[in-house]
């Protein structure tokens, strides 16, 4: 299936960033990482001493959006309970091996191809079996 470059996805956090006002942020986009984004927060003198703020960084370049926020922060990251940064990493990971937050599918009783979007919400992702709510999956093209 080809088509235009996705490079911004929307995601819901689990739990949400809760702000110095107490607003609680959950919904937001991530933009795919470019090489810059992964090489330059190498020098950064907080990833220098401590490499696991490496994550800290990055997601703060690539997050465009979250909630009424100005901007994304490492402040904001630092202060993201450990289940929203987990997903985020999560999402990081699965858009930028991918460039997409879709599986190719096929329809067991027609054998006709489509997309299946993979939960970005907080549910289970396809293949996790009944740990919560059936993520939305797009009709195969026979069902439109």
């Not at 996805?9 to 090489?35: K, Q, S, V, W």
């Not at 990081?92 to 919400?121: H, K, L, Q, W």
Request: one cysteine or more; hydrophobic letters at 30%.
């Amino acid at each position: 299936m080809t088509g235009v470059l996705q490079t911004e996805f929307e995601f819901t956090l689990p739990n949400g960033y809760a702000d110095d006002d107490g607003e609680l942020h959950r919904e937001g986009a991530m933009r795919l990482a470019t090489a810059a984004d992964e090489i330059k927060p190498t020098k950064d003198p907080r990833v220098q001493s401590n490499p696991s703020y490496m994550t800290v960084i990055l997601l703060s370049r690539v997050i465009t959006d979250l909630g009424t926020l100005d901007e994304v922060t490492p402040h904001v990251v630092e202060n993201l309970f450990v289940a929203d940064l987990a997903h985020l990493q999560d999402m990081y990971e699965r858009i930028n091996e991918r460039g997409s937050d879709t599986v190719d599918a096929t329809c067991p009783e027609c054998g006709e191809g489509f997309e299946v979007g993979v939960a970005t919400d907080g549910g289970p992702e396809v293949g996790q079996g009944n740990a919560g709510p059936t993520p939305e999956v797009e009709s195969p093209p026979g069902d439109r």
